[in-house]
């Protein structure tokens, strides 16, 4: 898997102050993507160990400011993210347990709960984006997303209660 980039201190992307790191490779192409460098996968450069133990050091570092991580892209729902995601969070939770993680999906929430390889990363997850962006409706003021077909969604309470339970309107 390779990533853009890093954003350590984000505050836009999920609440409060979090690391927000952005993966390469999406396969929705929607039209004026705000980010279609990252459509493909060997953009930027290979997430490594090393870039895994500096993301975990920054949070051991700051454990007290950091509310959490996000993931965004591109997509990390594509296809070849997902197994190299699926161990980050592992090892990630492992040391902080009680950091919330937010990921953003260009598939919907009943295109993954219906997938077993989508649902095996999501559900590691707190909050989803989902949706891809539709220009026709894109909207500055919506939070965490650009345009108003996507949802912000509450994962663990959506499958608990096997129906879509959103985290904001
Ligand atoms: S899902 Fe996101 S990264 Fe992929 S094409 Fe759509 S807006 Fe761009």
Same mark, same amino acid.
């Given at each position: 898997?390779?990533?853009?980039?890093?954003?350590?201190?984000?505050?836009?992307?999920?609440?409060?102050?979090?690391?927000?790191?952005?993966?390469?490779?999406?396969?929705?192409?929607?039209?004026?993507?705000?980010?279609?460098?990252?459509?493909?996968?060997?953009?930027?450069?290979?997430?490594?160990? #090393? @870039?895994?133990?500096?993301?975990?050091?920054?949070?051991?570092?700051?454990? !007290?400011?950091? &509310?959490? $991580? +996000? =993931?965004?892209?591109?997509?990390?729902?594509?296809?070849?993210?997902?197994?190299?995601?699926?161990?980050?969070?592992?090892?990630?939770?492992?040391?902080?347990?009680?950091? #919330? @993680?937010?990921?953003?999906?260009?598939?919907?929430?009943?295109?993954?709960? !219906?997938?077993? &390889?989508? $649902? +095996? =990363?999501?559900?590691?997850?707190?909050?989803?984006?989902?949706?891809?962006?539709?220009?026709?409706?894109?909207?500055?003021?919506?939070?965490?997303?650009?345009?108003?077909?996507?949802?912000?969604?509450?994962?663990?309470?959506?499958?608990?209660?096997?129906?879509?339970?959103?985290?904001?309107?």
């Amino acid at each position: 898997m390779n990533y853009s980039g890093i954003k350590y201190t984000d505050m836009i992307n999920g609440e409060g102050i979090r690391v927000s790191l952005f993966v390469s490779g999406c396969s929705h192409y929607c039209k004026d993507c705000f980010n279609s460098d990252t459509w493909d996968p060997n953009y930027g450069s290979p997430f490594t160990e #090393d @870039i895994e133990n500096e993301i975990l050091n920054y949070f051991k570092k700051y454990d !007290k400011s950091i &509310k959490g $991580l +996000s =993931l965004l892209g591109g997509d990390p729902t594509y296809l070849t993210n997902i197994d190299p995601l699926v161990a980050f969070i592992k090892r990630f939770k492992e040391s902080f347990p009680k950091k #919330d @993680i937010w990921i953003w999906s260009g598939f919907t929430w009943e295109v993954i709960i !219906k997938n077993p &390889k989508l $649902l +095996s =990363l999501i559900e590691l997850c707190d909050v989803l984006v989902d949706g891809q962006f539709h220009i026709e409706e894109k909207d500055l003021n919506l939070k965490w997303r650009g345009s108003k077909n996507q949802r912000v969604i509450n994962i663990k309470k959506s499958l608990e209660l096997k129906e879509t339970i959103k985290y904001i309107d």
